[in-house]
């Protein structure tokens, strides 16, 4: 379903109000904040993404991609081996080692400094460094624009958009009966993770499905041991 479609249904399911009194940058507005919060609040294939990054010698702080919400798993291609996150508390300890990068070596940590990853140690050679982000989805823009989600998933938008347009203009009932449909709705839903991890289950004869400490990741980092 393309974004003028969506807007469409939209307009329809909220009473058809002329573009004079509710115009179409408006539901764009809400359908946007919509297919963001669901792409947030749910797990998609599509929002999971894996980007590499080449290291330069001396440099530890690397920048991540503006839409990268959360910073899943850092994996060495070089080396074959994943970095471990830091944790906050011995996060000034590794601040600290960046400020006056004396230890060089090949990266074994990192932690993510506002929208960007930092490696420790720094790195002393160029290694290739595979990042699993999710990423917050583009804003739609043009008529034509869709979702990049299963298209399962485009009719919710359109009732969350709903939602959102009712509790904007105080209208609490109608906003009750909207969210109560995306409850139902989504309680409904086949999660697609938890689908195909059966499926792999049922698929893959294995003597064990423990993880190597140092195995790559699966791509379920909402679960995966790391």
């Avoid at 709903?162 to 839903?189: C, E, L």
Wanted: with cysteine; glycine share 4%; net charge negative.
């Amino acid at each position: 379903m393309d974004l003028l479609t969506m807007r469409t249904n939209l307009r329809t399911q909220i009473g058809s109000p002329t573009t004079a009194n509710v115009g179409d940058t408006a539901l764009t507005a809400h359908i946007n904040t919509a297919y963001t919060q669901i792409c947030t609040r749910y797990r998609f294939h599509r929002t999971r993404v894996r980007a590499t990054l080449v290291t330069v010698a001396g440099t530890a702080s690397y920048a991540l991609n503006s839409l990268d919400l959360v910073l899943l798993n850092v994996w060495n291609k070089t080396t074959g081996r994943r970095l471990g996150a830091v944790d906050s508390q011995n996060l000034q300890s590794y601040d600290d080692s960046v400020v006056y990068p004396t230890n060089r070596g090949t990266p074994t940590k990192y932690y993510r400094d506002g929208n960007n990853v930092v490696l420790f140690p720094t790195p002393d050679a160029v290694y290739s460094i595979e990042l699993f982000t999710q990423r917050l989805p583009v804003a739609l823009s043009v008529d034509g624009d869709t979702p990049v989600i299963s298209t399962v998933w485009h009719d919710l938008i359109v009732i969350w958009a709903r939602w959102i347009y009712f509790d904007t203009i105080g209208d609490y009932p109608k906003a009750q009966h909207a969210y109560n449909t995306i409850q139902n709705w989504v309680s409904q839903q086949p999660n697609e993770f938890e689908d195909e991890n059966m499926a792999f289950i049922h698929a893959v004869d294995v003597p064990t499905l423990a993880i190597s400490p140092h195995s790559r990741p699966s791509g379920n980092f909402d679960t995966e041991d790391f």
